[in-house]
């Protein structure tokens, strides 16, 4: 075995579609080996350093100090995800007008009645339907007739 330390500029590819751009270099946490990869400042975020278990590389490629530094860049990986350390701004509670609270309140009951079989649409014409001879299509009913006039069957 040789005691000369892994360190190099590079792009490094990890599992969850992260990349990962800067000084990489192994190094010993307990009884692991781990890639510790120093990224540097960029124009959106501070410098960070993430420390990546060697089975989750997918690849390695050694770059120069200057091509490190314009990938950082472009990746914009963050140290912690959004996810994680969620952004503590409390949004405001929306305010609504009376009105339209007991607009929201007829419309939500008139649903509930529908959904328990009461359908009403509050006018005085049947709302009977006669499932049975129901076509999506008026013109599909004149052709079957058309077609039967002339004795011919589909």
């Known amino acids: 075995m040789s005691d000369e330390q892994f360190e190099t500029w590079a792009v490094v590819e990890v599992m969850g579609h992260k990349t990962y751009a800067g000084m990489v ?5 307990g009884s692991a080996t781990f890639l510790r990869i120093d990224v540097p400042q960029t124009s959106e975020r501070p410098a960070f ?16 100090e ?44 008139q649903i509930e009645h529908d959904l328990a079989g009461g359908y009403s649409d509050d006018d ?3 709302d009977t339907h006669d499932w049975d001879n129901f076509s999506f299509n008026d013109e599909d009913d004149n052709l079957e007739e058309e077609d039967s006039d002339d004795g011919e069957e589909l």
């Open 25 to 29: 270099r192994e190094e010993a946490i």
């Open 66 to 109: 200057a091509t490190a530094k314009v990938a950082a860049e472009r990746l914009a990986e963050r140290p912690i995800s959004p996810y994680i350390v969620p952004v503590t701004h409390q949004l405001e509670p929306m305010k609504f007008e009376p009105e339209e609270i007991a607009r929201a309140q007829a419309w939500h009951d």
């Open 124 to 126: 005085d014409e049947d």
């Open 49 to 64: 350093t993430k420390y990546i278990g060697t089975g989750s590389v997918y690849a390695i490629t050694p770059t120069d």
